[in-house]
């Protein structure tokens, strides 16, 4: 027996019995309606999620082979509205629209925003948003300090310190 064993794998099963087929088009359709589901108690519970959600499900759609299955415009929307711009945390991605920006949700936009090439959009809306993105400090400092407070700190308007001015993990 192969360490490897599977169908297709080992002297497994060539052909999968139809009940083991993936059903592509019902997790496309799961995919879709995630966002349907407002009269849901579950939904509203599950806020502090929408951002990466929205990541997973894009990339779970590609991985099916349907990235058109989301409205490439809804998606990009949506993103957008949860980016900092005027305030502290510029630069930085909250959750949904009115949370706190995270290093977590910023990874998640701008994932997003890779995904759907969607940087002609961003400066549409916010002009040098790219820019602001990037001097969004926590996205260094989160890594490099060691105090709690410089971790806490969300994104603030100013140029990334050198390696020389950080205090590097141990």
Known sequence: ???AAGPGRGGGLSVLPSDFRLHVDQHVKYIQTLDARKD???YWLTEHLRLNGIYW???ALYLLGHPEALPR???LDFTLSCLHIDDEDAGGFGAAPGHDAHMLYTVSGVQILA???GWDELEKKVAGG???IGKCT???DMHFT?????????CRDSTPPGPQNRNFLR
């Open 1 to 3: 027996m192969s360490l």
């Open 40 to 42: 849901e108690y579950a």
């Open 57 to 59: 499900g894009l990339t």
């Open 73 to 75: 415009d809804g998606v």
């Open 115 to 117: 995904t759907l090439e």
């Open 130 to 132: 790219k820019q602001l």
């Open 138 to 140: 926590f996205v260094v």
């Open 146 to 154: 060691r105090t709690v407070p410089d971790r806490l700190h969300h």
